[in-house]
């Protein structure tokens, strides 16, 4: 090591080698008996990278140590100022934030989506369809139409001389649309709007651009029906995530029914913004009439062997060929 090296060369430099061979000139050094050459002096040896890390780590302490108290002192004072902000949260009762986790309603993709990007689709049967090449999603054509529907809620709409909340697809026809969208497009009405949007998330097969346009209105015409059904079923869900602190499945939450008052307090997100519109939705659902249809439904459904539906989001085409190589053919 460069160390012992040069520790052994200042010790026999410092006089261990006199011996005979001084003279005249006085003493001199040497190695004994071989006298008169003087001893040659080591030659300096550069800083090893460990001696320069060693110097720096020196260096390092002090800047470290400012360092360290800055984040000491910046630490306190946010968990300071969140201390705070938890005490405020706790003294103030906020029912927009549910105590228990719940599923956010869904969201559209984002847009604008390159044309190129967009999956190729075309109809298939009277209400699904066929992706014939993927794209920049893979939402289902029927999800992102029901979102449209959502979005494009007309509220209240005069609708054979009176005015009523949208319950159907007709009064989406029937409501004039007064906005431009994103793409500064403007549509007829709400019904032309959630159609028009539709290809914002998708391309139409070559040669069915008239089929594509039958088959959506037909599968909007179930999608707005069933929109105001599951709004029903939410409410309760919500209500009970927020001021009971309870999370419920929709197979309970079906068989409970809120007061007039506590649907208010839950109202749909598509509806959020019209409280005129909704008090009228929730005043339906409390009519005798559409209560005595509500519940003849829900026999019928009672009275099936099974569910409903086995295939979920899938169209025939897609349960048929699942179905197929999960059973072997």
């Not at 929730?282 to 459904?301: I, M, N, T, Y």
Request: aromatic fraction near 8%.
């Amino acid at each position: 090591m460069p160390h012992s090296d040069a520790g052994e060369g200042s010790d026999r430099s410092s006089g261990l080698g006199r011996g005979k061979g001084q003279g005249k000139g006085g003493p001199k050094r040497g190695r004994g008996k071989g006298g008169g050459r003087r001893r040659r002096e080591p030659s300096p040896v550069p800083p090893s990278h460990e001696e320069e890390e060693e110097e720096e780590k020196e260096e390092e302490p002090a800047q470290d140590q400012e360092q360290e108290r800055e984040e000491e002192e910046w630490q306190a004072d946010a968990l300071e100022e969140e201390e705070e902000s938890s005490k405020e949260e706790d003294t103030a009762e906020d029912t927009s934030t549910p105590a228990v986790w719940l599923r956010g309603p869904s969201r559209l993709p984002d847009r604008p989506i390159p044309v190129a990007l967009r999956p190729l689709i075309q109809p298939c049967g009277d209400m699904s369809w066929t992706v014939l090449s993927g794209g920049a999603h893979k939402c289902k054509v029927n999800g992102i139409l029901g979102l449209l529907c959502r979005e494009h809620f007309p509220g209240l709409v005069h609708y054979q001389g009176q005015d009523e909340p949208a319950w159907t697809w007709d009064h989406y026809i029937a409501a004039n649309n007064d906005q431009l969208d994103r793409s500064s497009r403007d549509f007829e009405n709400k019904a032309e709007r959630v159609k028009g949007e539709l290809w914002d998330f998708y391309r139409c097969d070559e040669g069915y651009e008239e089929r594509v346009t039958i088959v959506a209105h037909n599968r909007c015409v179930k999608l707005v029906k069933d929109m105001h059904y599951e709004a029903q079923v939410q409410c309760v869900i919500n209500y009970c995530a927020h001021f009971l602190k309870q999370k419920i499945g929709k197979p309970e939450a079906r068989e409970l029914k809120l007061t007039r008052e506590q649907y208010l307090q839950v109202p749909a997100w598509w509806c959020r913004n019209d409280t005129v519109c909704w008090e009228c939705i929730v005043d339906k659902w409390f009519d005798p009439e559409w209560q005595a249809l509500h519940d003849a439904g829900r026999q019928r459904r009672l009275l099936m062997p099974g569910p409903t539906h086995h295939q979920g989001s899938l169209n025939n085409d897609e349960y048929r060929a699942r179905w197929s190589s999960s059973h072997e053919g």
